[in-house]
């Protein structure tokens, strides 16, 4: 199976006939080739995308609209076909790839076509000076998206869905890992009828295709999701250029449980922003705190339910962790385990290889919970990015926000309490993007989305993406 670049509506091999092995994560074998693309493809990319921009920018937002929601309906009815995909390119369970991944993927593209229609500028009239002010809204021409492997087509599809609404045209670069359903969106974008060059999607390595796009000096804005330290890189790149930035990164995002809270509906919900997607997604929560009146009741509950997650091949019914998505994050996953344990943290489930019968070569790990002894290790301070929590009690309120909030990060925060005012006092103390209160990822797709400190820069979401793929032009007219 060999994956191709998108570029100008067509499939093409990429230029040095270079190519790069794809691994599926449930048996551990090559699957496929993708191109290792490099500079000369994002090149020719760029012209495509440039060369469509004049006129997809001038489209009308119904048009734009009609496209994008058409896109949305093709995702949906080949949803078996791209779940499977996703499924066998990532390790996750199908039950989430066709239930979450690809549903959410069609509905980025729904809501941004339908989000552009109702997507306004301001005027403001200069009262006392005879003039009126308006505010253009304008795309910014040539844009790069670059995303992660862990929600492949959703969050590469989160950024893809706005640019191109806003009236932009795309270079896109999803993860080397996991190929396989940003390829398909090609052939769904033709049927939907998107103008050749609006979308193009160029597959190879971050430090090559993908530092390609940041360091373009004509693709005007970067929008980048995926770990802190490529985004510092991307940063220093695009910056000296004065590109617009987006960039959502990693996080160790707290879940601070009070006693009273609703406790059945907080130890499920604890269970799944635990280890959904084995614990892959940034939003999990990975550091527990439970006030210490109901410590001892959580810790064994928690552990309880956690042993009984089947761990499984993704494709076989009714399994809640998959295969993790390579064999070196496997590997990186379960060193952590390891420093975990040097640092005095006590490992009270989970941590170890599991085989699958007939894909004994397949990553898959035991969802770990780790007791430790200090918010200050190193488990409870990096992130793992995999099924690993780290849990300790807390006494005071003042206590459990300070150590929520003494990482580098700020992405998430999950708080479960029946207190009001206590909601409020932490919620505006949290240094987070995104507080949950008694729930866990619940999305509303119009609200700002992001994180503060090494989380990231900007907001996605809503019009917030359609202003961060637009620039502002103020327009003055005097009447007088
Ligand atoms: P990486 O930072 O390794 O990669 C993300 C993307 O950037 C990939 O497409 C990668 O390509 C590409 N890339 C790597 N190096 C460069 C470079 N020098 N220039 C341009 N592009 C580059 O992250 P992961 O894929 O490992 O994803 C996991 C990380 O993503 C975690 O830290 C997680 O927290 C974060 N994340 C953040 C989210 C948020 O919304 N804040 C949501 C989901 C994940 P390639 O894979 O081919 O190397």
Known sequence: MKV?????????????????????????????????????????????????????????FEERSRILIKISELLESNLDRFAEAETKDNGKP???????????????????????????????????????????????????????????LYLFTWKIAPAIAAGNCVVAKPSEVTPMTAYLLGEICNEAGLPQGVLNIVHGLGTTAGQAIVAHPDIKAISFTGGTATGAHIAKVAAPMFKKLSLELGGKNPNIIFADCDYDDMLSTTVRSSFANQGQICLCGSRIFVESTIYDKFKSDFVQKVKQLKVGHPSEQGIQIGALVSKSHLEKVMSYIKTGI?????????????????????????????????????????????????????????????????????????????????TLRISSKLQAGIVWVNTWMMRDLRTPFGGVKASGVGREGGF?????????KNVCIKYD
């Open 342 to 422: 040097e640092e005095n943290g006590k490992l009270l489930c989970g941590g170890n290889t599991v085989e699958i019968k007939g894909y004994e070569n397949g990553y898959y790990l035991e969802p770990a919970v780790i007791e430790v002894p200090s918010d200050e290790c190193r488990v409870n301070q990096e992130e793992i990015f995999g099924p690993v929590v780290t849990i300790m009690p807390f006494n005071t309120e003042e206590e459990v926000l300070k150590m929520a909030n003494k990482v580098k990060y700020g992405l998430s925060a999950t708080l479960w309490t029946n207190d009001i005012k206590r």
């Open 464 to 472: 917030e993406a359609l202003r961060f793929f637009t620039e502002a």
């Open 94 to 152: 199908l039950s989430l790839s066709r239930s979450v991944d690809i549903p959410r993927a069609a509905q980025n593209f729904r809501f941004f076509g339908n989000a552009i229609t109702q997507f306004a500028s301001e005027s403001h009239e200069s009262v006392g000076q005879h003039a009126i002010n308006y505010t253009l809204r304008q795309p910014l021409g040539v844009v790069g998206c670059i995303s992660p492997w862990n929600l492949p």
């Open 4 to 60: 191709q670049n998108y570029i100008n509506g067509q499939y093409v091999d990429p230029i040095n006939d270079e190519w790069i092995d794809n691994y599926c994560p449930a048996n551990g074998e090559v699957y496929g080739q993708i191109p290792n693309s490099s500079q000369d493809d994002v090149e020719v990319a760029y012209i495509a995308a440039k060369s469509a921009f004049l006129s997809w920018s001038q489209t009308t």
